[in-house]
């Protein structure tokens, strides 16, 4: 452990590591490279212990994780152009679920997640998920304001079309929307 590190950095470690996994986790849908963000994070944070101790380690890691994902997409381009038109592809092949599968499950989330860009993904995460304001998301990608809320947009399109029951209003009693 570096100098320094004693056992509150352990303590902060062992309280906050399952939600910044899951944080991790949302931003690359890898669960391994997830853990390889959050421990590199975990390291650079472990060097600033004594400067960031007493203000703000986890958003310092957060922050970590947001820029080294974007940091790794840039590097690795593995987006893959997709025709939404095209009724044999991807996206053609996902079925619209029938009125007796109404109820809208984590995994059709994750899975229509599964399915955007790395970019486009980051930002409905941390808009939704981390319920950060746009500023705070441009912030933390590197990007402007601008290009988060047209990533919104596209994603919020693609998911819409991905898992319509998104836009419906639930169903009450009697059967009325």
């Not at 320094?4 to 991790?24: E, H, I, K, N, P």
């Not at 060097?47 to 997409?73: N, Q, T």
């Not at 092949?93 to 984590?106: G, W």
Request: with cysteine; glycine share 6%.
């Amino acid at each position: 452990m570096p100098r320094g590190v004693g056992d509150d950095y352990v303590a902060f470690v062992q309280a906050r590591q399952g939600a910044l996994l899951r944080s991790a986790y949302l931003i690359c849908g890898d669960h391994h490279l997830a853990e390889d963000l959050l421990q590199e994070a975990l390291v650079k944070l472990a060097s600033r212990w004594e400067r960031l101790r007493d203000e703000a380690p986890e958003a310092y890691v957060r922050k970590i994780l947001y820029r080294d994902a974007v940091s790794r997409w840039r590097k690795v381009r593995r987006e893959t152009l997709v025709d939404h038109d095209d009724p044999v592809g991807p996206l053609g092949a996902m079925s619209v679920p029938d009125r007796t599968a109404e109820v809208l499950t984590a995994a059709d989330v994750a899975a229509a997640l599964d399915l955007l860009p790395p970019r486009q993904r980051a930002v409905i995460v941390l808009r939704y998920f981390e319920d950060l304001s746009e500023r705070q998301i441009a912030d933390a990608l590197g990007i402007a304001p601008g290009t988060v809320k047209s990533q919104a947009s596209d994603a919020m399109r693609t998911l819409r079309r991905l898992i319509p029951a998104v836009d419906e209003p639930p169903t009450h009693e009697g059967g009325a929307r």
